[in-house]
């Protein structure tokens, strides 16, 4: 296992992390698996054995059961690991129950802190954007849990590169405490995370958590063109995220992946998992698994390098087309810097 600083800060987190949104698994969580106490902690095992310090979950995986059993299941060990955990959703009928308030993030913090057993939260992420909280006081709730050390790290999740951008300045102007990382949405599957929010990490010190870096289970080598969602897989009990847009350079991709995977005699799940690791400002991508074998397999991407060919040959055929102003800049590529090299280099030739 490898460890990778957080973006700017001191912390280093291994470059797997256990994502718990199956611990539970109920009402919307639940295709992605039902683990019970007893199956978290040998799932924590796993992961710890492998190197693995960083544990993520969310007060609204399963209405906070998650964070529950990820408490119980940690018990002694807690402060072995860092825990990160996420605020915003609703978690009540109430009209306070959700959003960004300092009265919701106060109440929510501290109910995390109840369910997961703990007197602090490692990484403290807002979960989405909230357009009707005035982002000062957002930071303001923030910063003063970070100065009572309920909290010692903040991070975004969901933002765009706009509202990530807003939110640095804001706090950098009033002297707040700052995101260190954001967690986003990244694969081989969809790469919109290259146009801005890859640029802003690498321009602003952040660093990158990738959730579902196998695309839902979509870049595992079981959806295959032309054949329908395998039974007992996430499509086929519904479950939509991500949303795919084109098909025809999804299966290419599957193709790339199982191809690169069978020379490597691994899974292609292990193949999209190292190349999302390869990517520019990323510290460490989720994993979560509804069985131990599934959860193996994942953990040993930590230790699968893909060579320069591969790379590129996963980079062509996953490419999408450079949005506006993206693709005039390119012509104007003698004087780009790092952040905007990220987002270009696949395109230069």
Do not use: C
């Not at 973006?7 to 987190?13: A, N, P, Y």
């Not at 995101?179 to 694969?187: A, G, L, R």
């Not at 991508?285 to 230790?303: F, H, P, S």
């Not at 996953?318 to 270009?344: C, F, K, M, V």
């Amino acid at each position: 296992m490898q460890y990778r600083q957080l973006g700017s800060s001191g912390l280093r987190v291994s470059t797997i992390t256990l994502g718990t949104m199956g611990f539970g698994g109920t009402g919307w969580a639940t295709p992605v698996g039902s683990i019970d106490v007893d199956g978290a902690r040998r799932q924590l095992d796993l992961a710890r054995a492998a190197g693995v310090n960083l544990i993520d979950t969310a007060d609204v995986y399963s209405d906070g059961l998650s964070e529950e059993i990820l408490g119980e299941a940690l018990g002694r060990n807690r402060d072995e690991v860092l825990i990160a955990t996420k605020v915003r959703g609703a978690m009540g009928d109430g009209p306070n129950d959700a959003g960004l308030s300092r009265h919701h993030i106060v109440e929510a913090a501290e109910a995390s802190l109840r369910r997961l057993r703990t007197d602090h939260i490692d990484l403290y992420q807002v979960h989405e954007w909230d357009g009707q909280t005035p982002l000062e006081e957002t930071l303001k709730a923030l910063d003063d849990l970070v100065r009572s050390g309920k909290v010692r790290y903040i991070g975004a999740s969901n933002y765009t590169g706009w509202q990530l951008m807003k939110a640095l300045w804001t706090s950098d102007r009033g002297g707040l405490e700052r995101f260190v990382s954001q967690q986003i949405y990244y694969s081989l599957q969809a790469r919109d995370a290259e146009s801005e929010l890859v640029p802003v990490s690498i321009d602003q010190g952040l660093g990158i958590l990738v959730w579902s870096p196998i695309a839902g289970g979509l870049l595992s080598g079981k959806y295959r063109r032309g054949q329908d969602a395998p039974e007992g897989t996430r499509r086929f009990e519904g479950w939509t995220e991500p949303p795919v847009h084109d098909e025809d350079r999804l299966y290419s991709t599957i193709d790339a992946l199982v191809e690169i995977g069978a020379a490597h005699d691994v899974s292609a799940a292990r193949v999209a998992l190292a190349y999302t690791l390869a990517k520019p400002a990323v510290t460490s991508v989720i994993v979560g698994a509804r069985t131990e074998e599934q959860l193996a397999d994942n953990l040993a991407a930590a230790d699968l390098e893909l060579t320069a060919d591969e790379l590129a040959r996963l980079d062509a055929v996953s490419l999408e087309p450079l949005r506006y102003p993206h693709w005039h800049q390119l012509g104007a590529a003698d004087r780009i810097g790092p952040a905007t090299r990220a987002l270009l280099q696949p395109h230069l030739g």
